[in-house]
């Protein structure tokens, strides 16, 4: 490996002077200028708008909604859907690995230096930014029941059943959380020969009793388990991989690792992209979906 | 005729050149005339400690904006301009809970130009990340973490989340309430971690919640420990550019 990272530096082609510039003016003229412009810019936005400074800090009124800087809304948008471990401390912390990773999967030294270097980079980013959104917008308008919501409307709407209201029955697909409390979980034990199995779903004893006080090994809640680690996680995982399975076997623009790459890495800035846009512009009180103009922080 | 006969004298320009640029303090200075002939371009870049930061001479398709649209200088660019202002708001800023609140709108109301000082520092805050997403955006898409730079494409990596965090100890430093809750959701946020999830959220704070120790590790942190590192990681990152080969260019 090592060898082969030093022959990819001795194999550069040697370069042509003609094919050279002066870094003094051409490169030194242009950074002047972006560097002028960005000043400019700034100067104008910092006269014209003002950092915002809200009262003095109490920590004894809690404003509603509170919200993680910016940058980190993303992370504070998962936790709405999945367990706060898995989403602020495990999924960025593999996210951040496998970015750091891309180069020691994707090896290959060619279609560097362009932009869109493969075949069909370009087809691949466009549809992978707009399915990764679409489906990660359609996700979170799941896990908020507005599928629940609009049924309801229509159904009112065309008259036919005007106090519809979604069937208890179909309670498990309400949203992420109805896999826990949409299903009668006691009716699901059932026995073989003297024993009762999962007599109680909500507390499946997993540890040897004494060799663990942790509460979560020894009595698995396994329908907030289900809801909150498995199918989050299985979506995670699931989907990005499926998307790579359509996109390879049905549209055949996978031909390398990179093509790869470019699918997952675009999939990942839309997924990036939309949760900080929804936790930004569209969490109201309670992270309930609001559009923006109906935002209002309250102070309790 | 005439003027093949006559030894060519110095011109009005010229003996202004040589007054200019080619005096005693000039040269102590600058080594090199004014860089206006090829061999002084070349020297004024390789014997100025700011602009050796590049190569004397680059590849034609990389000085077109649209191979790097600027992103990594301007980054860069904005770490500089948030070092100036920074360094200036901490004149006017002392990191107490009794104290900074106070401050804050004491350099808003009472110090000329302090408002414009504190708008710049935190827009060029918000800019560097978006710039530093975008920079790492543009690297990926033109495949330039690609042998024989993947090792800079990790200290990249390292530098995105020494930014976000950089920005994220400047958040509480205003004491305001919009500091104190963000900071209260981002450090619960570490403290679910599956393990040492509660210690690293102790250690960050410097006790259960955020208060008078929170926020004198996050000023420390912010004006001097994380400055430090990523400084360290820049001048990694640059030197690896240039040890790369300069920027990537097809085989
Ligand atoms: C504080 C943040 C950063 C600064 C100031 C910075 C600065 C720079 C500069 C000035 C360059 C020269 C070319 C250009 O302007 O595009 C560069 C190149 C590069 N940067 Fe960064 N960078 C930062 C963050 C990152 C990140 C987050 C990544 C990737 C994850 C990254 C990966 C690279 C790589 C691989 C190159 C070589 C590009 C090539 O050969 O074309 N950098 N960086």
Redesign the pocket.
């Known amino acids: 490996m090592v060898s082969q990272a030093v022959s990819a530096v001795r194999a550069r082609p040697r370069r042509e002077r003609e094919e050279e510039v002066l870094v003094w003016p051409d490169l030194v003229f242009v950074e002047f200028i972006s560097a002028v412009v960005f000043s400019i810019a700034l100067m104008v936005l910092s006269a014209f708008i003002n950092a915002p400074l809200l009262d003095r800090a109490d920590p004894n009124t809690t404003p509603n909604p509170s919200k993680a800087p910016w940058y980190f809304l993303n992370l504070q948008e998962l936790l709405l859907h999945m367990e706060p471990a898995w989403a602020g401390v495990i999924v960025p912390t593999i996210a951040l690995i496998l970015?750091?990773a891309i180069?020691y999967w994707d090896r290959a030294a060619d279609g560097?230096?362009t932009w869109f270097g493969t075949k069909h980079a370009g087809k691949i980013t466009v549809w992978s930014f707009c399915i990764a959104s679409l489906i990660t917008i359609w996700l979170i308008l799941y896990d908020g029941a507005k599928h629940v919501e609009w049924t309801e409307d229509i159904i009112r709407g065309t008259g036919l059943n005007s106090d519809f209201i979604w069937p208890t029955w179909l309670d498990w697909a309400r949203n992420l959380r109805g896999l826990d409390t949409g299903i009668n979980w006691s009716d699901l034990s059932f026995t073989i020969g003297p024993f009762t199995m999962f007599e109680d779903w909500r507390a499946i004893p997993l540890g040897i009793p004494g060799t663990t006080t942790d509460p979560w090994l020894l009595n698995l809640n396994f329908p907030s388990f289900l809801s909150q680690q498995i199918v989050p996680v299985a979506t995670m995982v699931g989907l990005p991989l499926l998307l790579i399975g359509f996109t390879k076997h049905v549209l055949g623009w996978i031909q390398t690792r990179r093509d790869i790459a470019i699918l997952i890495f675009t999939g990942f800035i839309a997924v990036f992209i939309v949760t900080t846009v929804v936790g930004q512009f569209f969490r109201g009180q309670g992270q309930e979906l609001r559009p923006p103009w109906d935002i209002v922080v309250v102070e309790e | 005729m005439a003027s093949v006969e006559r030894p060519p004298g110095k011109g009005f320009n010229d003996q202004i050149y040589d007054l200019l640029f080619r005096n005693y303090v000039w040269q102590s200075i600058f080594r090199t005339g004014y860089p206006n002939t090829p061999r002084n371009q070349m020297l004024v870049v390789a014997t100025n400690v700011f602009l050796h930061?590049h190569p004397t001479r680059i590849h034609r398709t990389?000085v077109k904006i649209t191979?790097?649209?600027?992103?990594?200088?301007?980054?860069?660019f904005?770490?500089l301009g948030l070092t100036v202002t920074g360094v200036l708001l901490m004149f006017y800023y002392v990191p107490s809970v009794e104290r900074a609140y106070a401050d804050i709108q004491a350099l808003e109301t009472n110090v000329r130009f302090g408002l414009l000082l504190r708008n710049l520092h935190r827009w060029m805050a918000h800019a560097?990340i978006i710039?530093?997403?975008l920079?790492?955006m543009?690297?990926?898409y033109?495949g330039?973490?690609k042998p024989p730079?993947e090792f800079?494409?990790?200290?990249?990596?390292?530098?995105?989340i020494?930014?976000l965090l950089l920005s994220f100890t400047g958040y509480l430093l205003p004491w305001d309430q919009l500091a104190f809750w963000a900071i209260t959701v981002g450090t619960t946020m570490v403290g679910s971690a599956p393990v040492l999830g509660d210690e690293s959220k102790f250690l960050l704070l410097g006790g259960f919640e955020v208060g008078t120790n929170a926020l004198i590790r996050f000023y420390t942190l912010h004006v001097i420990g994380l400055p430090l590192v990523?400084s360290i990681?820049?001048a990694v990152?640059?030197w690896?550019?240039r040890r790369?080969g300069?920027?990537?260019?097809p085989l």
Do not use: E, K
């Open positions: 970015l750091a180069p560097q230096g | 930061l990389h191979h790097t649209y600027c992103l990594g200088g301007l980054s860069f904005m770490f560097m710039l530093v997403l920079h790492m543009r690297v990926f033109t330039a973490y730079r800079n494409w990790v200290v990249g990596v390292v530098l995105f020494l930014t990523i990681f820049l990152h640059f690896r550019v790369d300069g920027l990537a260019r």
